[in-house]
Structures are given as structure tokens and as C-alpha cells.
């Protein structure tokens, strides 16, 4: 058990199974507004945090001593999250595909004997990057928007934007092309206005929406949530409603990041 000067914080939106194990190095843990924490989870991990819409599916284990979530990750079940090398970070809408494990480190032979495989530090895996399924990734820098395909052993850092598969991992960007394409303002707003046309004919209230062109010009309301589509920003006020549409969008429609006003 964690603890008594372990501090926990949890959002009252966050969905947390009952059978999540919090293990006894925990120290500082924080889940945010809309996580969800499926059944059988194993967290052992001295300072914790969990950003928004975060979901981390069932049977996964997440141990170290420094890991954190952004907001709006995908973690599929039974993969490992290792923060014993120092610190696991994962940005915002990052996905993770079931069976995938994340270390940064690697150490097991006696170095009295003589061994000399030991790896420790940091893992970074930046915004939209995304390891599909049964992915394995070494302590690298894995930059925003990359992406290793099913099966594929990451050892060496990993290029914005670039394609990655096979063990070991290597460029396949020239065949494939990139994860992301890019778009022009007026196509990411007409798609944006037919995603809440689709939630509306659902028969939800969609009255609480504003869309605007810069995030920045707009204030805090409790009445709507002002959402830039081609800034990716929305300023949140976490109502019922709210947070039933970022439910709807996620995890393969769109993702917002929260501003600060």
C-alpha cells in the first residue's frame, strides 16, 4: 500500500476500476478530468501523472520512478510503461496499441561478473506519435507525430512525421509516406462542422459549442466550450455535456488540448 504521505489526486470525471493496484512506492499520483483506468491495473510508480481523456486499458502495468500521460493517450491492454530508468514521458494524443512495452532501461546481468549491457535514461515519446500494437521501444527520443508499425523494435530515435517498422526498426516514410498529412484551414473547419452535425443527429445538445478562429480572443464560460479546430485548442469548462462530446470524438476524430486563459 502507498504510503500515508503519498498524495493522490484524482478528478471527479476520472473512471477508475475498482481493481486498480496502486503499489507501495507510490508517492504523488494525478488523474486527470475524463481519464479512464481499466480493471486489473498495476501503477507502482513514485510520482505519477495522468492527463485529460486519457484511457488506459485493462491488465497494463506501470512502474519506475517518474511517468506521465498527457491528455487524450491510448494505452491498449497489458502493455508495460517503464519508468525505472529515470522517467517515461508520453505528450499529448499519443496512442500505444495493446502488447506494446515501453523501457527506459536495461539491465539484468551481474556487472561484478563483468556484464556490460546496462541502459538507463529517459524515454520521450512526443505528441501524435503513435506505436500501433505489440510494439517494443528502447530509452530513444521519439518524436511528435512518428510512428512504429505492429511488431516493430524501436532502438534508435525515431524522426517527426517518419514511418517506422520491423526488428530493429527502420524508415519506411519513402514507401509508406508520413502518419499525418498536411490540411488547409477551411478543409479541417467544414469537417469540424460535419463531426457535430453527425453528434447532433444522435440527438445530442450541441448548443453548449462555439467555434472560433483563435483560442487566445476567448474567455472562460460556464454556459459553452469555445473550441478552435485548427488550432487544436478548446478552453474547457469540464460540464456533463462537455465532456460527453470529447467522449464522441475521441479517439479517432478529433483531440483538443486545453488552453489556459
Given at each position: ?54 484511457t ?40 500505444v ?14 556487472t ?11 524515454l ?5 506519435a ?32 517518419h ?24 478543409e ?34 460556464k ?13 474547457p ?14 479517439y ?10
Amino acid at each position: 500500500m502507498p504510503s500515508d504521505t503519498s498524495q493522490f489526486r484524482f478528478e471527479d470525471s476520472a473512471q477508475i476500476d475498482s481493481s486498480v493496484t496502486f503499489g507501495p512506492n507510490c508517492r504523488e499520483v494525478y488523474i486527470g478530468h475524463g481519464a479512464i483506468l481499466r480493471r486489473d491495473l498495476y501503477i507502482d510508480v513514485e510520482i505519477l501523472s495522468i492527463g485529460d481523456y486519457t484511457t488506459i486499458q485493462h491488465g497494463s502495468i506501470i512502474h519506475g520512478k517518474k511517468v506521465s500521460l498527457g491528455n487524450n493517450c491510448w494505452v491498449g491492454h497489458y502493455c508495460v510503461l517503464d519508468g525505472l530508468g529515470g522517467e517515461l514521458r508520453i505528450g499529448n494524443n499519443v496512442g500505444v496499441g495493446a502488447h506494446s512495452q515501453l523501457w527506459s532501461h536495461m539491465k539484468f546481468g551481474d556487472t561484478l561478473a563483468g556484464c556490460k549491457w546496462k541502459n538507463e535514461g529517459q524515454l520521450i515519446i512526443g505528441d501524435d506519435a503513435w506505436l500501433v500494437g505489440h510494439c517494443i521501444v528502447n530509452p530513444i527520443m521519439v518524436e511528435p507525430r512518428s510512428m512504429l508499425l505492429t511488431g516493430g523494435v524501436a532502438t534508435k530515435d525515431m524522426k517527426e512525421n517518419h514511418v517506422y517498422a520491423g526488428t530493429p526498426a527502420v524508415d519506411v516514410t519513402e514507401s509508406l509516406g508520413v502518419q499525418f498529412q498536411a490540411r488547409e484551414p477551411v478543409e479541417i473547419e467544414r469537417d469540424w462542422m460535419i463531426l457535430i452535425d453527425d453528434y447532433s443527429m444522435l440527438g445530442n445538445d450541441i448548443s453548449f459549442i462555439r467555434t472560433v478562429k483563435k483560442i487566445a480572443e476567448e474567455t472562460y464560460s460556464k454556459e459553452f466550450t469555445s473550441f478552435s479546430p485548427v488550432e487544436r485548442l478548446y478552453i474547457p469548462n469540464y460540464s456533463l455535456r462537455e465532456i460527453a462530446f470529447m467522449s464522441y470524438l475521441l479517439y479517432d476524430k478529433a483531440k483538443f488540448l486545453p488552453f489556459s486563459t
